[in-house]
């Protein structure tokens, strides 16, 4: 009787440690899955495509506004190491709070305008928006935080000096 309860004691405990290396495989810390970056100026944008699920980075660049990316160039590898700081800034400046639209019709015009768009592993998504020189406090550790994980200007710009 002993030998069973030890075979089902070791059944369980298997079927409790694949369902975590299953779980983990398809999420991340904060859930965050994918994380996509647009760029626009003057009506052209580059796309950024940040999966850290599938740990790598892809980019669509010089599209017109008004077309759909369809193809995206592999760019690198994302280790877990870099991943796992990418995490650790985006919880220490709150990137995941930034407000969905940055965007005052009375500051100065600039040509540059940014979406980002995380996606979570339960299917939903978060959206924020910036243009006429309007950034999150945090947008230059972020842009850092991008520039770390990638090796790319995801961000494309600092905010300008006032």
């Known amino acids: 009787?002993?030998?069973?309860?030890?075979?089902?004691?070791?059944?369980?405990?298997?079927?409790?440690?694949?369902?975590?290396?299953?779980?983990?495989?398809?999420?991340?810390?904060?859930?965050?899955?994918?994380?996509?970056?647009?760029?626009?100026?003057?009506?052209?944008y580059s796309e950024h495509k940040v999966d850290l699920v599938a740990k790598e980075y892809l980019r669509a660049v010089s599209i017109r506004a008004?077309?759909?990316?369809?193809?995206?160039?592999?760019k690198s590898e994302l280790t877990d190491k870099?991943?796992?700081?990418?995490?650790?800034?985006?919880?220490?400046?709150?990137?995941l709070s930034w407000d969905?639209?940055?965007?005052?019709?009375?500051?100065?015009?600039?040509?540059y305008s940014w979406?980002?768009?995380?996606?979570?592993s339960d299917s939903t998504e978060k959206r924020s928006f910036g243009a006429y020189d309007n950034y999150p406090d945090s947008w230059d550790d972020m842009y850092e935080a991008f520039f770390e994980l990638t090796g790319d200007f995801v961000l494309t710009e600092k905010r300008p000096k006032s």
């Open 1 to 44: 009787m002993k030998r069973f309860k030890v075979y089902g004691f070791f059944i369980i405990l298997l079927g409790t440690i694949l369902s975590i290396i299953v779980t983990g495989c398809r999420s991340t810390e904060n859930g965050i899955t994918v994380i996509v970056v647009r760029n626009n100026y003057h009506g052209y």
């Open 66 to 74: 008004e077309d759909d990316v369809e193809e995206y160039t592999y």
């Open 115 to 120: 979406t980002i768009i995380i996606h979570y």
């Open 100 to 111: 969905e639209e940055y965007v005052s019709p009375t500051g100065s015009f600039h040509s």
């Open 82 to 95: 870099k991943i796992a700081a990418f995490h650790r800034a985006v919880k220490k400046y709150g990137m």
